[in-house]
Nanobody
Framework: QVQLVESGGGLVQAGGSLRLSCAAS????????MAWFRQTPGKEREFVGG????????YIPNSVKDRFTISRDNAKNTVYLQMNSLNPEDTAVYCC???????????????WGQGTQVTVSS
């Protein structure tokens, strides 16, 4: 079992940056592919980044490509989401998730954090 705790969210002006962190419990963090999703009320959960177990492969959807970067530090049991050039449309609750493989579908992931709120003001 893996417990995930996100941090780093907050209020930022448009054009600003934030780095989200997701700390995992347990000694098997490197056994899991990790991902970040975001969700706003009334919308489906949206995949915004995924990373393989070793960190050697990353996946960023076109919707946030060139602005978002995902990385992980297996020694620290932590996955990060660097978000640059933020705009109000990025406002959402951001959640990290752990699964056996990386994919864009939320159903692939077995463990989820509670999420951290990101609010971008115009």
């Amino acid at each position: 079992q893996v417990q995930l705790v996100e941090s780093g969210g907050g209020l930022v002006q448009a054009g600003g940056s934030l780095r989200l962190s997701c700390a995992a419990s347990g000694r098997t963090f490197s056994s899991y592919a990790m991902a970040w999703f975001r969700q706003t009320p009334g919308k489906e959960r949206e995949f915004v980044g995924g990373i393989s177990r070793s960190g050697g492969s990353t996946y960023i959807p076109n919707s946030v490509k060139d602005r978002f970067t995902i990385s992980r530090d297996n020694a620290k049991n932590t996955v990060y989401l660097q978000m640059n050039s933020l705009n109000p449309e990025d406002t959402a609750v951001y959640c990290c998730a752990a699964g056996s493989v990386v994919g864009t579908t939320s159903g692939l992931y077995m463990y989820w954090g509670q999420g951290t709120q990101v609010t971008v003001s115009s």
